[in-house]
């Protein structure tokens, strides 16, 4: 079964999801953004989600984990809990 893990930043707005790709994408550290931003518990392990499998995430989360290239920033992706940067940081397939 495939397997993915992955770290993100939850914020209320797309325009402060922006701001805070902007500054990971100028240098910024992932994990300390995410302490300083992030609105989920996961912010104290800096963003850091654990190792999941597709369907144990939102169905928005579980395109972008199981798809995107391995540690590139992507978002802001939108769920019901608000505007998410997600980074894949390994993935077995």
């Known amino acids: 079964m495939a397997k ?3 770290r993100h930043i939850l914020v209320a707005s797309e325009a402060k999801c922006n701001e805070l790709k902007a500054a990971i994408e ?3 550290d992932f994990a300390q953004v995410a302490k300083d ?3 989920c518990p996961s912010s104290r ?3 850091d989600l654990g190792s999941f499998g597709p ?4 169905k928005e989360f579980d395109s ?6 391995l540690n590139v920033v992507q978002g802001p992706v ?3 809990f608000g505007y998410h940067l997600l980074e894949v ?3 077995q397939d």
């Open 4 to 6: 993915a893990t992955a």
């Open 26 to 28: 100028a240098g910024a």
């Open 37 to 39: 931003n992030s609105t």
């Open 45 to 47: 392990q800096g963003g």
């Open 55 to 58: 369907g144990q995430m939102v």
């Open 64 to 69: 972008v984990v199981f798809s995107a290239p």
């Open 78 to 80: 939108k769920t019901q």
């Open 89 to 91: 940081t390994s993935r």
